[in-house]
């Protein structure tokens, strides 16, 4: 042999690279799965014969946790089922958390948005019982009602907010840009629903 040694190319390394990352999960197949998740949510409580599906839906982030719902749900588009479904359990998640204020901002709203306010179909006056009240009477529409007119009362919903919020000098103005977009983007997936409906 000579003193040499002959260069040598390196062993491919594209398996032992794929190895490490084996319990990596594929981006496209977390998309996939989350979003048949919630279309046998969506689609199979709406056609579901036990009573107890609308229940068990309106109280899915409370025995799941709104965290475990974030993992799935929280990167999916706002025109799909999952991320459609993000947005109602977050918005049931704030209105819970802190109802007196919810309440503040959509009373401030309810002048501004007289249409939303009405869509919404929010109690007279909106205390924080009745804002809890709704916001799982629009969740049990997912299984008892039209999905599309749950979107749009949800969006009716955060477009008082919303409306209410810019009336607070202490609300920043991200805030409101937040609530609104939420409102839009929830108005957005109910016509998409409308017309898969009508389709």
């Not at 398996?15 to 197949?29: I, S, T």
């Not at 609104?180 to 957005?188: F, G």
Request: charge should be negative; include cysteine; hydrophobic fraction near 50%.
């Amino acid at each position: 042999m000579s003193e040499h040694r002959r260069h040598h190319r390196p062993a491919p390394r594209e398996a032992a690279f794929f190895d490490e990352y084996v319990g990596a999960a594929d981006p496209a197949l977390l998309a996939e799965a989350a979003e048949r998740a919630a279309a046998l949510l969506v689609r199979g409580a709406h056609t579901s014969d036990d009573a107890g599906v609308a229940e068990r839906l309106v109280h899915l982030a409370d025995t799941e946790g709104i965290e475990a719902i974030a993992e799935v749900w929280s990167q999916a588009p706002a025109d799909t089922l999952a991320g459609c479904l993000w947005r109602l359990y977050l918005l049931r998640s704030w209105v819970y958390a802190d109802p007196a204020g919810v309440a503040r901002q959509f009373e401030a709203g309810r002048s501004r948005a007289e249409f939303a306010r009405v869509v919404a179909g929010v109690a007279d006056p909106p205390g924080p019982d009745e804002l809890r009240a709704i916001v799982d009477e629009v969740l049990r529409g997912i299984a008892e009602g039209e999905f599309a007119d749950v979107l749009l009362r949800a969006s009716a919903f955060a477009r008082v907010v919303a409306a209410g919020r810019a009336t607070l000098h202490e609300v920043p103005a991200t805030d409101i840009r937040r609530m609104l977009e939420l409102a839009e983007q929830l108005e957005a997936a109910g016509h998409l629903e409308l017309l898969h409906r009508l389709a």
